[in-house]
C-alpha cells in the first residue's frame, strides 16, 4: 500500500482495530505500583506493535495512534495523550525499521519473538526518559529526576515482559484475519 490512498474499507479495518486497542485496554488490565504515575499492565503495547505487522505501516500507525488517543482522552489521561502518541509513533518506527530492513518482512516466528522484544525494549526506554522529562517539567533537579524514573522501571519492565510475550503469542492467531481481507 505505498502510495495507494486509503479508501473505505481501509478506514472500517482501521476504525475496527482502535477499537480493538481501545476494549483491550478498558477490559484487561492490571494495576502496577509506580512512585510517580499510574501505570497498569495492558495488551495495547502488543496490539499496537501488532497493527503495522498486520496492516502496514501507514495504516497500523494510525489505527494504532488513534486507539491509544481514544483511551487516554476518554479514561482522563489527556495531560499525557501527547507523550503517548509520540512514544508509541518512535516505537513504531523502530519496530518497522528492523522488520523492514533487518528481516526484510519475513514473518518467520523468530522474528516476530525478536520484534515483541525490540518494541519491548524501545519502550521501556522511552518511559524512562518520559518520566525524566516529566520530573524535570515539575520542577525536579536532575538526580531527583532520575531516581524517580528508576523508581517506576519495575512496573515498566513488567508491561515490557508482557507485551514481548503477546507480540508473537497473538501474531499467528490474529494474522488470518487480516489476510482473508488483503
Known amino acids: 500500500m505505498n502510495n495507494e ?11 475496527t482495530y ?17 512512585a510517580i504515575s499510574n501505570t497498569f ?11 503495522i505487522l498486520f496492516m502496514g505501516f501507514k495504516k497500523g500507525t494510525i489505527a494504532a495512534l ?13 495531560p499525557v495523550v501527547l507523550f503517548t502518541l509520540i ?7 523502530v519496530v518497522e525499521c528492523i522488520f523492514r530492513y533487518v528481516f526484510h518482512y519475513d514473518n518467520r516466528m ?9 518494541g519491548a525494549v524501545t519502550k521501556i526506554v522511552l518511559i524512562f526518559f518520559k518520566y525524566i522529562i516529566q520530573q524535570l517539567m515539575l520542577g525536579s533537579v536532575l538526580g531527583g529526576a532520575v531516581a524517580s524514573a528508576i ?18 503469542l497473538l501474531y499467528w492467531p490474529i494474522k488470518p484475519v487480516f489476510d482473508r481481507f488483503k
Open 66 to 78: 488513534l486507539g491509544l488517543a481514544i483511551f487516554d482522552i476518554t479514561s482522563g489521561y489527556l
Open 41 to 51: 499492565v495492558h495488551p495495547g503495547n502488543a496490539l499496537v506493535i501488532l497493527a
Open 110 to 118: 523468530r522474528n516476530i519473538i525478536a520484534l515483541g522484544i525490540v
Open 5 to 15: 490512498k486509503i479508501d473505505t474499507r481501509d478506514l472500517t479495518q482501521i476504525a
Open 151 to 168: 523508581s517506576a522501571l519495575p512496573a515498566s519492565l513488567f508491561t515490557g515482559v508482557v507485551t514481548a510475550i503477546l507480540v508473537p
Open 87 to 93: 512514544e508509541n509513533f518512535i516505537v513504531l518506527l
Open 18 to 34: 482502535a477499537a480493538l486497542i481501545v476494549l483491550a485496554i478498558y477490559m484487561i488490565r492490571i494495576p502496577m505500583p509506580s
